[in-house]
């Protein structure tokens, strides 16, 4: 069973699977009301040679 179906995964706060995201701004909202915006993409290799993707958030330090 993936860990994402799991109870214990989507009752807990520190996944960002669960927290409240904005599509039109592209930002999270965690539990404690910490904003996390969109920084950059960035691309890594795994050590079979596969490129991956990855967005990158930040969290907003004006809060």
Known sequence: MNRELK???KSNP???DNWTYNAEDD???DPQGVR???KRYSKRHDK???ERNFKVYEANAFQ
């Open 14 to 16: 520190k996944y960002s």
């Open 27 to 29: 930002y999270y909202i």
């Open 36 to 38: 996390f915006d969109f």
């Open 48 to 50: 079979y040679g596969f």
């Open 7 to 9: 109870k214990r995964y």
